[in-house]
T-cell receptor, first 117, second 114 residues
Framework: DTGVSQNPRHKITKRGQNVTFRCDPI?????LYWYRQTLGQGPEFLTY????????KSRLLSDRFSAERPKGSFSTLEIQRTEQGDSAMYLC???????????????FGPGTRLTVL | AQTVTQSQPEMSVQEAETVTLSCTYD???????LFWYKQPPSRQMILVIR??????QNATENRFSVNFQKAAKSFSLKISDSQLGDAAMYFC???????????FGKGTRLSVIA
């Protein structure tokens, strides 16, 4: 296992289209987080899962956004009717619930950069 | 709500010199964790160093060390013997214990001058 992976790495779409991103966490990690990072800013929390359960959603996550994590493995983030303001880097991170040196540490994927024209 | 403030949008350092990046945070919690993450250009974010709030001893990782001042809610990062590969965005982040997300600052862009 080489870490958190995200696909696609880049996505260009036209306003009004739907897009879906995928995140594959580190295999033994049961917690998965989605963040959004706009230019010149730090990442902002969107939502997170423990196993397949979506436990928290940020107020940043409008009704056009939906996230799933079927079977507690990979996760998808879908944006419907994209707007230019959705242009950002979407980051996924995973962490383990077990104690140890990495407890409470989140491991990040490379991100998906979305450009809405 | 917890907030993290990085007051230095950009910093520069000569190669082999030492630089300190500042971070302050606001919280009413007593049990929390602090992190410094590095994000190189077009590359993914990696953890540099972490500090548990209950530990009085400052964390160190090779050339990286922190100055954790709990009462002042300050968490600065010191990079010694700076290398060209240290050039990146550095984010200070906070989280409480358990199932909670990270709260990030806006970042500091560090340039290393050869």
């Amino acid at each position: 296992d080489t870490g958190v992976s995200q696909n696609p790495r880049h996505k260009i779409t036209k306003r009004g289209q739907n897009v879906t991103f995928r995140c594959d966490p580190i295999s033994e990690h049961n917690r998965l987080y989605w963040y959004r990072q706009t230019l010149g800013q730090g990442p902002e929390f969107l939502t997170y899962f423990q196993n397949e359960a979506q436990l928290e959603k940020s107020r940043l996550l409008s009704d056009r956004f939906s996230a799933e994590r079927p079977k507690g493995s990979f996760s998808t983030l879908e944006i419907q009717r994209t707007e230019q303001g959705d242009s950002a880097m979407y980051l996924c991170a995973s962490s383990s619930r077990t104690s140890g040196p990495s407890y409470n540490e989140q491991f990040f994927g490379p991100g998906t950069r979305l450009t809405v024209l | 709500a917890q907030t993290v403030t990085q007051s230095q949008p950009e910093m520069s350092v000569q190669e082999a010199e030492t630089v300190t990046l500042s971070c302050t945070y606001d919280t009413s919690e007593s049990d929390y964790y602090l992190f410094w993450y590095k994000q190189p250009p077009s590359r993914q974010m990696i953890l540099v160093i972490r500090q548990e709030a209950y530990k009085q001893q400052n964390a160190t990782e090779n050339r990286f060390s922190v100055n954790f001042q709990k009462a002042a809610k300050s968490f600065s990062l010191k990079i010694s013997d700076s290398q060209l590969g240290d050039a990146a965005m550095y984010f200070c982040a906070y989280k409480t214990s358990g199932n909670t997300p990270l709260v990030f600052g806006k970042g500091t862009r560090l340039s290393v001058i050869a």
